[in-house]
């Protein structure tokens, strides 16, 4: 199978019976064969084929950013990778929203994130998603909020084969200094659900500086998010958690100035 065959096949490999972190090991240590160039991305995107044995036709795919290959930004450093894993990371403490498995690793092009690729219906996004009920993706909506995400385009929102919606797309993530940019207006001036500021309220503790090396089921997580991030985007993301908390309603938005382009 080659990899465009590959990547439009609708669903992935088999990987019933593996658990996440054994897809991060897959992710980080299988060697890399086949790679192309994605050809909607802003920056230099890959998808790439990794040589493992998997049940099944269809190989295991990445989407691998490397660093070498972003373009210059004035409200973010170089290192947008470091913000994929970081955003991955607090995905997996708060439970919420679904983002692919995400690491940092070397690849053909020096050091970048990759993630496992998500196959998807081409034709959904958010806006032809939302149709079917806007508040599944509230928890996307309050993790962009919370990580002020620059970048919420409506093809930032995948579906796979069993309907599963999958968040994408966070390398503008944790910049206090950058607005929020999304499409999800339909939140706006919305409360937070009880499930989302319950699992906010367990994430408020772990950030506090005296606990980011304590022990703690989380631990592992929170530490090395603290050490992919600067000191001052951890401040940032304690402050919005706190903000969020005192006040869990969906801010305001204007829909000129705090939106994505393009919009998908």
Known sequence: MTLQDAVNAPRGPELDGRSEDDLLRL????????????????????????????DGDVPLLGVYKPQAGERPLRDFPRGLHRRERASYLLSRVLGWPAIPPT?????????????????????ETYFTMREEGAKRFESIAGFDVLVNNADRKGGACLKDADGKVWAIDHGLTFN?????????????????????????????P????????????????VGELNSVLSQRDMDGLSDRLDTI???????????????PWPLV
Do not use: W
């Open 206 to 221: 772990q950030l506090a500086p005296e606990a980011r090396s304590s022990a703690g089921p989380d631990s592992e997580l």
């Open 27 to 54: 992710l980080k240590t299988s060697e890399i064969g086949e790679i192309g160039l994605h050809p909607n991305g802003s920056n230099y995107v890959f998808v790439v084929r990794f040589e493992t044995d998997l």
């Open 245 to 259: 908390l005192e006040d869990p309603v969906f801010p305001m938005l204007d829909e000129y100035y705090n939106v």
């Open 176 to 204: 206090s200094h950058a607005r929020v940019r999304t499409v999800m207006f339909e939140f706006c001036g919305q409360p937070f659900s009880r499930r989302l500021i319950e699992s906010l309220e367990r994430l408020r």
């Open 103 to 123: 690491v940092i690793r070397e690849g053909p092009h020096g050091e970048g994130s990759v993630q496992l690729f998500i196959h998807a219906d081409a034709d």
